[in-house]
């Protein structure tokens, strides 16, 4: 089970850190990710990542985002800088045992697990 956190509302050129707790992990590695989805748009891409490895950023987060993995505690973490309106969305995070090809040329329907989301605003 996968559950996120930290979202909330923030001003143009703030920023967030959001979170997702993993629980029930039996796989010593694993590829995992953040999509987002705005209101009436489809679900997109923000970073995929092996839990081991680094991350593979999409076009819109690249160089405002950050996204680790703290293996200990089974977290995956995304510091989002210089947040504009536009990255407001319903964020979510995934994962999949299927660790090969963890990259951001893989598509959504491929992840297993899903959080519940975590709702972020930013306005203008």
């Known amino acids: 089970q996968l559950a996120e956190s930290g979202g909330g509302s923030v001003q143009a050129g703030g920023s967030l850190r959001l979170s997702c707790a993993a629980s029930g992990v039996t796989y010593s590695r694993y590829c995992v990710a953040w999509f987002r989805q705005a209101a009436g748009g489809e679900r997109e891409g923000v970073v995929i990542?092996?839990?081991?490895?680094?991350?593979d950023y999409f076009d819109s987060s690249k160089g405002r985002f950050t996204a680790s993995f703290d293996n200990a505690n089974k977290i995956l973490n995304l510091e989002m800088n210089s947040l504009k309106p536009a990255d407001t969305a319903m964020y979510y995070c995934a994962a999949t045992t299927d660790y090969y090809g963890c990259n951001n040329q893989r598509p959504p329907r491929e992840f297993q697990v899903w959080g519940q989301g975590t709702l972020v605003i930013v306005s203008s």
């Open positions: 990542m092996p839990t081991d490895g680094r991350a």
